[in-house]
């Protein structure tokens, strides 16, 4: 048997394609500034699932050869010496790592405006901003530079810049992919991520990514399942028959933008064409997560970026005493969000607002993920919501900085829950891409990638007719 | 003022934080060697070098050992215990927090004995809790000027934390409790338990009251206590200042304390910022640690002998004095060197007197280890073996001892060669005791005439005679024969 | 809850982030808009909410197992380091005491 087209179609755009797009791309005062550095000597290997396929690795997963800075000041020329178990993967796949992408400072912002390198254009409208924080891996891909990225996502840091520039995001199940080298921001929600041009191309990177890893003690012992099998089956039929797509309430609140919401409904109605049942359900404690999110993320960022301070690696600020070392180095290589999420962090730590503060939000948080059981628990396969409640704005537009979180009001729960969740364009509006999510039980990437591959092939169908 | 006078109505209340390094060979949370002596941070890698993107994996062993060493506290192995990060600059404190155990220990609610009280009961310490952490680094301040550097080699290398109750009432108990607490940990095997060598580390909190008040007063905690005696030290000088203090009307503030040996002195630590807010969180990157109760009673299996069950077991089969025993206790490699003495020489009675005396007491002067020293077991159960035959007396014993340490060989050739063989053979007896009585014919009459009380002298002259090699024993049997 | 200036100057020490006086009135203002937003979970009930999954536990690592190699020598990413140490700049109220000064902590 042949291989499908989308594996021709991948391996069709080798790296001499992949630089060429690059230069055209790049160049020029409004150039997406998306890599932060490249290695045009990267050639990848002769065999293996990925080979000879260019790649992008977002810049807070260590690599050897190039700079892992997380976009920050305080890792200005760091180069690790030591690599990410899904960097490493990859290259053993044969893939060519050709460089590492710009994103929001230590992974923490929603429009990738917060990196110390200058902020990342959306390709589809260089006004607009590409989404964050793996803004400068999405971009990589919806530009045509590579068909898949790594990116990492603790609130949505994948789906939303994949909304935002029309592509394919995922963000597998807390603990299918291994963190060990991904550049730590909230440990209990950070995850490793993949872009790609399409859900077959997207699905292949996590397949080759995922997986247990002994040097990871999150890392979840279970097998990776064939990921890309149902990619080529053809939607002949009714290939979703027997499958309940849950619609949860609470992601369609009257406020939503109506013409976000019709995209989200015509994409339902393709899902019962394609023989799903759509089912409303409710998650009733949606409208709890940004609050939670903002105190349990900043709280263990304060904690995981107590590390950068001069001694070992990094950058290091002159000064005579030991005390003084520490203040210049941080205040000089942190940015304001960084700054200002470490200050969250760590007051809601402190002593007196812990019981009030991080421990509360720990216990709603279990709520949240509880919900998240019962509904999938009833019947329900794949919970299908808009990624985003906008589409991308422009830059320098959004200056709040509670309103900057609230883009992530429907891709955090994912997060807090631990359940693998994706993005996929389903429409426009004034010509910005919208993406539609589906979210599935833990370890359910299988099925949900099933639902993602035939709603795409009815998106496209219906494009074409 | 005296010092009864000063601490005259105050009663001192101690507790005892002991940090014992675990015997694994690779560290807490990495593969990294715990091995002592290497070069500066030789033994580092991503982990314990905290660099972005790296994560801790618990070693099993060490699981093992802080589980053998609650037990042998007599605590309670909690079923989970939970990681938790305690955040602080420093450093030698590569991530910027240690991963130590706060809510939810390992193990709680045990006890030590540290001796007897007068009404003859055991007096016991309570332990409060034990809990697993991570070892930080070591910085060096005088190696180069202006700078401090920084070795992170010990970072990450496993260890309990001992927590007392605050039992302990004078500066002799607080040295009892410490070296009894190193016993256990030694004989538990999950330590070398070193105070000098740094893998068991003493702080102590001190604090003092109206004696029948149930309130604690304030306590100041004394580190960089290196050795039992400084414990010792320490105690009784801070207990006279904190009572000097109250006395006068004064306040005792909340410190932290330096025990500086040359001088004796107790001093507060400069380096004190203000209080410290640790901002403890359970680790987001170690799931609980959760422990079945087979994997328990597995690790109460594995525990060799400890010290309650082989001072009790050594009284009973060796018959020896409690206070020779104790003595013997007092490292388990004492203890099994003893005990394999004695059952290599059949003697545990002159097995206990040779080790106690002539042994330890050369250990002491030549500054080697017991097991270097070279009166090895076999040849010192060899020497004893040929003192109860009878081969040797006494002071040929000392003598063939002395030649043990100098010399190898086997002490029967080395008494062979020397002439320390005692002789027993009839025949150079009996010519030996002619001699001797005719050589003395006044003496020789009037004991074989029946005054026994020259016997002595006449042995006396026959052990002259034979340069000290013949038995007396037997010399005596054949006299008192002779005068019938 | 409110935060005060004393309040960020205080979490801004416990951080060693070294803010400049000028920026303590907006990051007042910012963090309290923040934490305004989080007083709706006071209102939640959590009694009853069971701990973390009861079959998550945390692996345990053979102690024989190597550690992850660096694959580039200390000096190339130290930012200070002599004979093998890194170094750094004296702690200016540190004694000489202790090997581990850490142990002051």
């Given at each position: 048997m042949s291989d499908p087209v989308w594996l021709d179609r991948l391996r069709a755009h080798t790296v001499d394609e992949a630089w060429r797009t690059y230069d055209a791309v790049q160049a020029g005062p409004e150039g997406l500034n998306a890599f932060l550095s490249v290695d045009r000597s990267a050639r990848g290997a002769e065999t293996g699932r990925l080979a000879g396929i260019p790649v992008a690795v977002k810049d807070n997963l260590a690599t050897l050869g190039l700079p892992t800075t997380c976009a920050s000041r305080v890792l200005a020329g760091y180069v690790s010496p030591f690599e990410a178990t899904a960097v490493r993967r990859l290259r053993e796949a044969g893939a060519a790592v050709i460089g590492k992408t710009n994103m929001d400072e230590f992974a923490m912002g929603s429009s990738n405006e917060n990196s110390a390198f200058g902020p990342v254009r959306n390709p589809l409208d260089r006004e607009r901003v590409p989404g964050g924080s793996s803004g400068g891996s999405a971009a990589a891909v919806a530009s045509g530079v590579v068909r898949i990225a790594l990116g990492s996502e603790t609130g949505g840091s994948v789906r939303q810049p994949a909304a935002f520039c029309g592509i394919v995001g995922i963000k597998p199940t807390y603990g299918r992919v291994s963190r060990y080298g991904l550049v730590a921001y909230a440990s209990s929600l950070d995850n490793v991520g993949v872009f790609g041009a399409s859900v077959a191309e997207a699905a292949l990177g996590l397949e080759i990514i995922a997986g247990h890893d002994r040097f990871d003690a999150t890392s979840a012992a279970v097998a990776v399942p064939d990921l890309t099998a149902a990619m080529s089956a053809v939607n002949e039929g009714r290939p979703l028959a027997g499958l309940v797509i849950g619609r949860p309430v609470e992601y369609f609140p009257a406020t939503l933008d109506a013409r976000i919401a019709a995209h989200c409904e015509r994409a339902l109605q393709q899902l019962r064409e394609l023989g799903a049942e759509v089912r409303d359900v409710s998650l009733p404690s949606t409208d709890l997560a940004i609050p939670v999110y903002y105190i349990i993320a900043p709280a263990e960022a304060s904690s995981n970026l107590a590390r950068y301070d001069g001694v070992r690696f990094g950058v290091r600020a002159t000064a005579d005493d030991l005390g003084a070392m520490y203040e210049r180095t941080r205040s000089g290589g942190f940015g304001d969000e960084v700054t200002r999420r470490i200050l969250l962090g760590t007051y809601v730590l402190s002593a007196g607002y812990y019981d009030a503060y991080y421990r509360r939000a720990q216990a709603v948080r279990t709520l949240i993920a509880q919900e998240f059981a019962q509904v999938f628990a009833s019947g329900v396969h794949v919970l299908f919501t808009p990624t985003a409640p906008t589409t991308a704005f422009r830059l320098g537009e959004v200056s709040d900085p509670y309103e900057m979180y609230l883009s992530d009001i429907f891709t955090v729960t994912a997060n807090l829950a631990g359940v693998p969740a994706m993005s996929q364009p389903i429409g426009t509006v004034d010509g910005l891409p919208v993406g539609g999510q589906l979210m599935a039980p833990h370890f359910g990437e299988a099925t949900m990638l099933r639902v993602a591959a035939a709603l795409e092939h009815a998106q496209r169908a219906e494009r074409m007719s | 003022m005296t010092t009864e006078t000063i601490t005259h109505g105050w009663e001192l209340v101690i507790g005892l934080e002991v940090h014992c390094q675990l015997k694994t060979r690779s560290k807490i949370f990495c593969g990294c060697a715990t091995s002592f002596g290497d070069a500066p941070n030789a033994n580092t890698c991503p982990v314990c070098l905290g660099l972005p993107g790296a994560l801790p994996v618990l070693n099993a062993h060490a699981v093992e050992l802080a589980t053998r060493a609650s037990l042998a506290l007599g605590c309670t192995v909690h079923d989970t215990s939970i990681f938790a990060r305690k955040n602080y600059f420093y450093p030698d404190l590569p991530k910027g927090y240690q991963i130590s155990q706060f809510d939810r220990p390992l193990a709680t609610a045990g006890a030590i004995a540290v001796g007897v009280q007068p009404d003859g009961t055991p007096r016991v310490i309570r332990v409060h809790r034990v809990h697993m952490e991570e070892d930080a680094g070591k910085s060096v301040h005088d190696r180069f000027a202006d700078m401090s550097a920084i070795d992170l080699n010990r970072a990450g290398t496993p260890l309990v934390e001992i927590v007392s109750e605050p039992d302990i009432r004078s500066a002799a108990e607080a040295g009892a409790y410490a070296r009894r607490m190193k016993q256990m940990l030694e004989?538990?095997?999950?330590?070398?338990?070193?105070?000098?060598?740094?893998?068991?580390?003493?702080?102590?909190?001190?604090?003092?009251?109206?004696?029948?008040?149930?309130?604690?007063?304030?306590?100041?905690?004394?580190?960089?206590?290196?050795?039992?005696?400084?414990?010792?030290?320490?105690?009784?000088?801070?207990?006279?200042?904190?009572?000097?203090?109250?006395?006068?009307?004064?306040?005792?503030?909340?410190?932290?304390?330096?025990?500086?040996?040359?001088?004796?002195?107790?001093?507060?630590?400069?380096?004190?910022?203000?209080?410290?807010?640790?901002?403890?969180?359970?680790?987001?990157?170690?799931?609980?640690?959760?422990?079945?109760?087979?994997?328990?009673?597995?690790?109460?299996?594995?525990?060799?002998?400890?010290?309650?069950?082989?001072?009790?077991?050594?009284?009973?089969?060796?018959?020896?004095?409690?206070?020779?025993?104790?003595?013997?206790?007092?490292?388990?490699?004492?203890?099994d060197r003893f005990e394999a003495v004695a059952s290599a020489s059949g003697d545990a009675k002159r097995a206990a007197n040779w080790m106690l005396g002539p042994l330890l007491a050369s250990v002491n002067a030549s500054g080697l280890a017991l097991s270097a020293h070279p009166v090895s077991v076999a040849r010192l159960a060899a020497l004893i073996r040929l003192e109860v035959a009878g081969e040797v007396s006494n002071t040929a014993a000392r003598q063939l001892f002395t030649m043990l340490e100098q010399q190898d060989g086997e002490p029967l050739e080395l008494a062979r060669a020397a002439g320390l063989l005692q002789v027993r053979d009839d025949g150079a007896l009996v010519g030996w005791i002619d001699e001797v009585l005719a050589e003395n014919p006044a003496e020789a009459a009037r004991f074989l005439g029946g005054e026994q009380k020259l016997q002595g002298v006449l042995v006396g002259l026959v052990m002259k005679k034979s340069k000290g090699s013949a038995d007396p024993k037997k010399v005596n049997q054949l006299l008192a024969a002779r005068a019938g | 809850m409110s935060v005060t200036p004393n309040d960020v100057r205080h979490v801004a020490r416990l951080a060693r982030v070294g803010l400049t006086e000028a920026r303590i009135p907006s990051l007042v203002n910012e963090l309290n808009g923040i934490l305004a937003h989080m007083d709706v979970l006071q209102q939640v009930d959590i009694r009853g909410v069971a701990e973390a999954a009861a079959e998550v536990s945390a692996p345990l690592r053979d102690d024989a197992l190597p550690s992850d190699t660096l694959q580039r020598a200390r000096e190339t990413f130290a930012p200070a380091s002599r004979d093998g140490f890194f170094l750094v700049p004296r702690l200016a109220t540190h004694g000489a005491l202790g090997a581990s000064a850490s142990e002051e902590a």
């Open positions: - | 004989y538990a095997d999950v330590s070398d338990a070193n105070m000098e060598e740094g893998s068991l580390r003493v702080d102590v909190n001190i604090s003092i009251r109206r004696h029948g008040d149930a309130a604690l007063g304030t306590k100041t905690e004394i580190k960089n206590l290196n050795s039992f005696s400084a414990i010792e030290r320490a105690v009784e000088i801070e207990f006279v200042r904190q009572c000097r203090v109250l006395t006068e009307g004064g306040v005792v503030e909340q410190q932290t304390m330096l025990y500086d040996d040359k001088r004796n002195e107790v001093r507060p630590a400069r380096s004190k910022e203000g209080s410290h807010d640790y901002r403890y969180f359970p680790d987001p990157d170690l799931p609980p640690l959760r422990l079945s109760a087979s994997f328990v009673a597995q690790q109460a299996e594995a525990l060799p002998e400890l010290p309650p069950a082989r001072r009790s077991r050594m009284l009973v089969q060796y018959g020896l004095p409690e206070n020779d025993v104790e003595q013997l206790l007092a490292t388990r490699e004492l203890a | -």
